[in-house]
């Protein structure tokens, strides 16, 4: 059994650096054992991905061939209707895999937690990493609903000193790099190579990704 697991979702379209420093400080922070890294097919609240789910799957698993202790999940891809978190959330605690389960998350993802289906749930099945900007701001509604006051830990300790629903904030994730900044680059013929791995960006150039 795992003892530390965290789980970062996304669309990854494409994956890139960002995705990976994320998933880098979430090791780090947390010191788990395991990251998944999990992209989603269908989702709920945004738009349709750009490149279908194989080609974003294919893109993840050359960017985390290096990484030991990153693992890509196809759980979403692989189970039909729309993504939601915490059905994705739910399987892998059912599953008996980790002891501990931590879902990884960008602040603006945070601030629309209330948004989501089932949110509360999810607070129910797992602790919540949420990196953000030194100059982020926490929406106050979002914090109140969240009962983030009561939630709130300032270590990993301290996080896992419980069996889930607590909430450490990293303020010090100064990574600004988007998916949708690459695609621009990328459909306007631009070099986006500082921001993508090189065999990613060698896939994206093989399958005339986002042109």
């Known amino acids: 059994m795992i003892a530390r697991l965290g789980v970062l979702g996304g669309m990854f379209d494409p994956v890139h650096i960002g995705h ?7 090791i780090d922070c947390l010191d788990v054992t395991v990251l998944k890294m999990i992209p989603c097919a269908t989702p709920n609240h945004r738009e349709q991905s750009f490149a279908n789910a194989e080609h974003r799957l294919q893109m993840l ?5 290096g990484y030991p202790a990153i693992t890509v999940d196809p ?12 059905d994705t959330l739910s399987s892998i605690r059912l599953s008996g895999e980790a002891e501990s389960l931590v879902f990884v998350l960008g602040l603006d993802a945070f601030n629309s937690l209330p948004q989501w289906h089932d949110w509360k749930r999810i607070l ?4 919540l990493l949420v990196l953000a900007r030194s100059d982020a701001r926490l929406s106050a ?4 609903l969240t009962e983030l006051t009561e939630r709130q830990v300032e270590s990993a ?16 994730f100064n990574q600004e790099v988007s998916s949708s900044a690459v695609r621009e680059i990328l459909q306007s013929g631009g070099n986006a190579e500082r921001y993508l791995d090189s065999k990613v960006q060698g896939y994206i150039i093989e399958h005339e990704l986002y042109c």
């Open 20 to 26: 990976i420093s994320a998933a880098c400080y979430a």
């Open 61 to 65: 698993e050359l960017a985390t061939a």
């Open 75 to 86: 759980i979403e891809i692989n189970r039909a209707g729309i993504s939601f978190t915490v």
């Open 124 to 127: 129910e099945l797992c602790h």
């Open 141 to 144: 509604e979002v914090a109140e």
């Open 157 to 172: 300790d301290e996080l896992f000193s419980r069996a889930y629903g607590k909430v450490l904030i990293a303020r010090d």
